[in-house]
């Protein structure tokens, strides 16, 4: 298999891919990866986070000509292979679901609760 040179030529490539991967799975229509990044916010994993930060940081150097001698390519390629799989790694249906369950499960707590209440406030008066 012949090896991928991941140098600067990649990047803009490599960064389309991640700026996909976190749209189809946190969705929306982001102007950019910064964007994109911004929307996945604490929903991506923590190591994915910092990837990202280190992405948006090599991108920034290598929008100056003279800076972009500093960026080191396959870091910033390892990082972007960070992002894409921690965004394929998170399962948003399964979060949504987690959420409603917990939402109903409250909801639940707090009816009984105030129903708890309403019966021991009828027994303190004698009407029970």
């Known amino acids: ?27 929306g229509k982001p102007a950019g990866f910064e964007v994109a990044l911004a929307r996945a916010g604490r929903r991506l994993p923590r190591r994915a986070r910092k990837a990202g930060r280190e992405v948006l940081a090599a991108q920034q150097l290598a929008g100056h000509p003279q800076l972009r001698l500093q960026v080191d390519w396959a870091r910033v390629h390892r990082a972007l292979d960070r992002v894409i799989d921690g965004a394929k790694s998170v399962d948003m249906k399964d979060r949504r679901k987690g959420w409603v369950i917990g939402a109903a499960a409250s909801l639940a707590f707090n009816l009984l609760l105030f129903f708890t209440l309403v019966v021991l406030f009828a027994r303190w008066r004698g009407w029970i």
């Open 1 to 27: 298999m012949a090896r991928v040179l991941r140098t600067e030529e990649t990047f803009e490539t490599r960064l389309d891919e991640a700026e996909a991967a976190l749209r189809k799975t946190f969705g």
